[in-house]
């Protein structure tokens, strides 16, 4: 408990969100009914297994599997970004970035290319492959069962996405150095079980990720995720990144606090009636309060699904708040890499995201305009 409190007292995001809400409940407007537990849920039992993983030494043996499978720098990087993009198709952008990123930096540990370039790129990647897929991300998810409409609508926005990823990997990869690669020592670096006890982990793990995918049953996936720590490694608990999850709560509260303002709603109320406004204030309000609970507070007010749906995704790209895996990527270099490696990566990261979040919002304008025609 000592370790995880001396956690938070030295996260920002926590405490200057924290603030925020104390703030706001002077004023009398914080009501935890705004929360989504459902998100909050999911995110602990995702961090948790992850951590287990990684303590268990699972991401460092497939990170040994890539370098193995690669001849060279370019193919390592391709497998690496291939990866973040259609593994976010399927378990989301969240999980693929909490496995690729501390494998992205196992790897590097062990031969050479330029990790932050590629952990930051590979963020991209992840949120590009998850706002294409249906399940890819909360959002889609929420905003598919708001609008109880068909993922055919976002057709369409979707392939506009996956233009920008067809374009741009290639071009990327195209600028790295291309160097052979080194053979490393073949070693077994997962922790030493009986048969059994892979197999039950193997098991619980495709339970929990399926879960968490159907998002049906989020609870259960939380508990079968907390059984599997205590059960495995219990000191993992206290590895577990829950100022990310609290920072998150904040973000919820502060969203709902802003609902209670009158002006503030019936203003948003306007813009969700302009479809181009719309995807304007969808795409800046994700930057400073990622683009989760945007879907939440935009989705009652307007009913331009397809709209919304493209602010969100391209609302991703820009700040390490517009998206949840924004986020987490940044927890997980600064869990994995020193402070001038974190500086690296925050100046790289807005590099790339600035040029996708303009790319991104040219072309959804320019959509939103050829529908309204």
């Keep these: ?33 705004n929360v989504s537990w459902e998100t909050v849920e999911s995110l602990l039992a995702l961090l948790g297994l992850v951590t287990l993983l990684q303590s268990l030494g699972f991401i460092e043996a497939l990170a040994r599997f890539f370098i193995e499978k690669s001849k060279t720098s370019r193919d390592l990087i391709t497998a690496i970004f291939l990866l973040s993009f259609f593994s976010a198709m399927v378990v989301t952008n969240d999980v693929a970035i909490l496995t690729i990123v501390p494998l ?13 370039k590629v952990a930051a790129m590979a963020t991209v990647y992840a949120n590009l492959g998850s706002a294409i897929s249906p399940i890819g991300n909360p959002q889609n ?3 598919l ?103 998150i709560m904040n973000f919820f509260l502060l969203v709902g606090a802003l609902m209670a303002i009158p002006s503030v709603k019936e203003a948003l109320t306007t813009i969700g009636e302009h479809p181009l ?52 990527a940044f927890r997980q270099v600064k869990a994995n890499a020193i402070a001038r490696v974190r500086q690296n990566f925050i100046l790289h990261f807005t590099y790339y995201n600035v040029i996708f979040l303009v790319i991104g919002s040219l072309l959804a304008a320019l959509y939103v305009a050829l529908s309204s025609l």
């Design 1 to 33: 408990m000592q370790r995880i409190i001396q956690k938070l007292q030295h996260d920002t995001l926590f405490l200057f969100t924290t603030a925020l809400v104390l703030i706001a409940a002077c004023f009398g407007s914080i009501h935890f009914k």
């Design 104 to 116: 992205t930096f196992a790897m590097a540990k062990k031969v050479t290319f330029p990790t932050v």
């Design 141 to 143: 998810i929420f905003l």
């Design 145 to 247: 069962a708001h609008y109880q409409n068909s993922p055919l609508d976002y057709a369409i926005p979707a392939a506009i996405l996956t233009l920008l990823a067809l374009i741009s990997m290639p071009l990327f990869i195209k600028h790295v150095s291309n160097r052979q690669l080194p053979t490393i020592q073949k070693k077994s670096v997962i922790k030493e079980m009986k048969k059994w006890q892979y197999y039950l982990l193997g098991v619980a793990t495709l339970v929990i990720l399926a879960i968490l995918i159907s998002h049906h049953g989020v609870l259960l996936a939380l508990i079968l995720t907390v059984l599997l720590l205590a059960y495995y490694h219990p000191r993992s608990f206290r590895e577990v990144d829950y100022g990310v999850v609290l920072s």
């Design 277 to 328: 406004q719309l995807l304007g204030t969808g795409i800046l309000l994700s930057q400073v309060i990622s683009n989760v609970p945007v879907s939440a507070l935009l989705a009652p007010l307007t009913s331009h699904a397809s709209v919304l749906y493209l602010a969100v995704s391209v609302g991703a790209f820009g700040t390490l708040i517009a998206s949840l895996a924004n986020l987490l």
